[in-house]
């Protein structure tokens, strides 16, 4: 969602005669954009800010600004907490940027972090930042109205408002006569998209198979679904188009109903589990992927051990998995106590870890022998001659370059795995 931010940003500020640099001691303003939602992810930032101090001592001519999620969540606070930072801008003020920015140059500290309940820009045509020219993210809502009792993001990115459909075509379409051959679809609850009135407006999956009609050879991929939401009709829209991805990330949070409870998710490890079974029915060859945390308030061993069964239930070929953080301003850090000692989250957390590292290498491993379709996508990290994409089930296999170029579509062969990487060769 950030990099699609500072795709909105940079296309901001080149209207205004500003110019992208890879180099950051060319640069006469560094935007940093942030990221709230847990603990950790500040304190890198402000690790960050004191890289820049550094610059900012050597060339006077520096503005630092920050932007994002920590902006709305700190505000003032973080002018007066750290002196080089000369601009906040929250995340859905920044079409204010242009005068801030010439508040800025006159020597003021420039501030803005009004919400919107209307604010998309849909408008506004992203300047791709990305470096493969085959791949792009695409905005089609922000906000998110579920207060999950943990999260931040309903106080730093507002209620949930969804971007004008016409838009989205036009840009997916731009892309793909571009060269891309892949867009993501992106919100924080996308199965929730709603344009216009329903009788006559869009829903999330009218827009999905509206996306996948451009054209066949454009992938769609979408993120994220929240499993109250995520209905068969969906699935069934997902079935009868091949080029929308075999791949759903579905986080579950945790496997115990009481905890999902404290959690405010609005749904059980029951209704979890038939939406899986859901999956599974109309789109056998789809991978699952999710977000874990550990030791969220309250956590018992045995509630932690039902996360541990669902994972295995499940299968899931990738996690993103994290120990609760608190954050001030939310349901959780109010009424609930924060009372799983840190050792604890430490070893639940190395648990869960463990088990998806078992997980995805038999996932991957069930492939071995099987021969898929690959969108490649670039030069391997480890050798020129070899190239990296990705399957439809979104997982990264690796394969002798031949003559293909980045953005074609290959048949590969699978030999060989990692816990993280399918090894192949060309499949003609
Ligand atoms: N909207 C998506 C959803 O509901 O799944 C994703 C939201 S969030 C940007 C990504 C993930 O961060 C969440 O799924 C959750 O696992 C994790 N997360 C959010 N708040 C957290 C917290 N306070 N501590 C630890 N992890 C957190
Ligand atoms: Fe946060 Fe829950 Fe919204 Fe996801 S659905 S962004 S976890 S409040």
Redesign the pocket.
């Known amino acids: 969602m950030n990099v699609v931010d500072s795709e909105v940003v940079a296309a901001i500020l080149q209207k205004q005669d500003y110019q992208i640099t890879e180099e950051i001691n060319e640069a006469s303003l560094i935007l940093v954009n942030t990221c709230s939602i847990r603990d950790n992810a500040e304190q890198r930032i402000r690790a960050r800010l004191r890289e820049f101090g550094r610059i900012k001592k050597e060339n006077k001519e520096v503005s630092v600004g920050l932007i994002g999620c920590m902006a709305e969540r700190l505000k003032e606070q973080l002018l007066e907490e750290e002196a080089v930072i000369d601009l906040v801008v929250g995340p859905d003020a920044y079409r204010e940027l242009p005068r801030l920015l010439s508040q800025v140059e006159l020597g003021q500290k420039g501030i803005d972090t009004l919400l919107s309940t209307t604010e998309t820009y849909a408008d506004i045509e992203p300047v791709r930042m990305d470096k493969n020219k085959v791949t792009s993210f695409v905005s089609i809502m922000r906000g998110?109205n579920?207060?999950?009792s943990y999260?931040v993001?309903?106080g730093t990115r507002g209620r949930e408002r969804s971007r004008d459909p016409e838009t989205i075509i036009a840009e997916a379409t731009d892309l793909f006569e571009n060269g891309y051959r892949e867009v993501t679809l992106l919100g924080?609850?996308v199965n929730s998209y709603k344009w216009g009135d329903m009788e006559e407006g869009v829903s999330f999956e009218q827009l999905l198979d509206r996306v996948a009609g451009i054209d066949p050879l454009l992938r769609v991929r979408f993120a994220?679904s929240?499993p109250k939401d995520m209905s068969d009709e969906l699935l069934k829209v997902m079935a009868g188009r091949p080029n929308l991805c075999r791949s759903i990330h579905l986080p579950v949070q945790s496997g115990s109903s009481a905890v999902l409870k404290r959690m405010k998710r609005k749904y059980t490890r029951e209704h979890y589990m038939d939406r899986v079974e859901a999956i599974r029915k109309y789109l056998p060859d789809a991978s699952l992927s999710t977000d874990i945390i550990a030791g969220f308030c309250g956590e018992t061993e045995e509630e932690h051990k039902q996360t541990l069964s669902l994972m295995e239930w499940a299968g899931y070929d990738l996690s993103f998995m994290f120990k609760y953080s608190e954050r001030s301003e939310t349901f959780a850090a109010r009424k609930l106590e924060d009372d799983v000692p840190e050792r604890v989250k430490t070893k639940r957390l190395n648990e869960i870890i463990e088990l998806q590292l078992k997980l995805s290498l038999a996932g991957k491993q069930k492939d071995i022998g099987k021969s898929y379709e690959v969108l490649a996508e670039g030069t391997s990290k480890k050798s020129e001659e070899q190239l990296y994409g990705r399957t439809s089930q979104n997982k990264v296999v690796v394969f002798p370059r031949g003559l293909v170029k980045p953005g074609d579509y290959v048949h590969v062969k699978i030999t060989d795995c990692t816990s993280a990487t399918l090894l192949g060769v060309l499949n003609f």
């Open positions: 998110c579920n207060f999950c999260c993001v309903p924080q609850n994220t929240h």
